[in-house]
């Protein structure tokens, strides 16, 4: 049988083919270990501001009720569970859509 052989000018060894496939199978599972790291980066909660999901509209959409029916800014703040300033940053959104045609 014959052996195939390759020259690796870069490290300047020869390697036969038994050994080219141990070394690919070892980068297959250290590529798998790093998918697994990026996913884990890619579906963390990320800090600051979230985006507008579900939550963030329930939140708005109740502010909005709240606000048109005289509440203050605290109790609407106490009712959703969230800080004055979030409730005021909903106040301007709300403003500024008042303002569109």
């Given at each position: 049988?014959?052996?195939?052989?390759?020259?690796?000018?870069k490290?300047?060894?020869?390697i036969?083919?038994?050994?080219a496939?141990?070394?690919?199978e070892?980068?297959?599972?250290?590529?798998?270990k790093?998918?697994?790291?990026l996913?884990y980066?890619r579906?963390?909660?990320?800090?600051?501001?979230?985006?507008?999901?579900?939550?963030?509209?329930?939140?708005?959409?109740?502010f909005?009720?709240?606000?048109?029916?005289?509440?203050?800014?605290?109790?609407?703040?106490k009712r959703?569970?969230?800080?004055?300033r979030t409730?005021?940053?909903?106040?301007?959104?709300?403003s500024?859509?008042?303002?569109?045609p």
């Amino acid at each position: 049988m014959k052996m195939a052989y390759w020259r690796n000018i870069k490290m300047d060894k020869v390697i036969n083919i038994e050994e080219a496939l141990k070394r690919i199978e070892e980068l297959e599972k250290e590529n798998a270990k790093l998918r697994e790291e990026l996913e884990y980066y890619r579906n963390r909660k990320l800090s600051g501001r979230q985006k507008h999901n579900a939550k963030w509209m329930a939140i708005y959409n109740d502010f909005v009720v709240g606000y048109e029916s005289g509440m203050t800014m605290v109790e609407i703040a106490k009712r959703n569970n969230v800080s004055e300033r979030t409730i005021y940053r909903y106040k301007t959104i709300f403003s500024w859509q008042e303002q569109r045609p």
